[in-house]
């Protein structure tokens, strides 16, 4: 069955930086659209990056742009957020999730099918 893992999630003061990876099985991983979204406590799920199969298009909010880089390994199964100049609104349970088609769309969750169990990530002011 399809598992998507995250970890790397923790504690970090505000300014520094936190590497997430999320570890595919069960599908053929090199062949989805992989997406990171983030859901702070009372506020909906929103959408943080996304990227494409071969890795070579990528999309971000605007609130993360020039802060967070998203990358994939299709050989080890693992899609990456690399999150720099963190700031305490970037505090949120992160979550990645995949989709089968890069389209307009890549910014909404209903589109992807299956996603992880997420991994906490408090940033400290």
């Known amino acids: 069955q399809v598992q998507l893992v995250e970890s790397g999630g923790g504690l970090v003061q505000a300014g520094g930086s936190l590497r997430l990876s999320c570890a595919a099985s069960?599908?053929?991983?090199?062949?989805?659209?992989m997406g990171w979204f983030r859901q702070a406590p009372g506020k909906e799920r929103e959408f943080v990056a996304a990227?494409?199969?071969?890795?070579?298009?990528?999309y971000y909010a605007d609130s993360v742009q020039d802060r967070f880089t998203i990358s994939r390994d299709n050989a080890k199964n693992t899609v990456y957020l690399q999150m720099n100049s963190l700031k305490a609104e970037d505090t949120a349970v992160y979550y990645c999730?995949?989709?089968?088609?890069?389209?307009?769309?890549?910014?909404?969750?209903?589109?992807?099918?299956?996603w992880g169990q997420g991994t906490q990530v408090t940033v400290s002011s």
């Open positions: 999730a995949r989709k089968k088609f890069w389209t307009t769309m890549n910014s909404i969750a209903r589109y992807y099918d299956y």
């Open positions: 990227i494409s199969w071969n890795g070579l298009t990528t």
């Open positions: 069960g599908h053929t991983f090199s062949t989805y659209v």
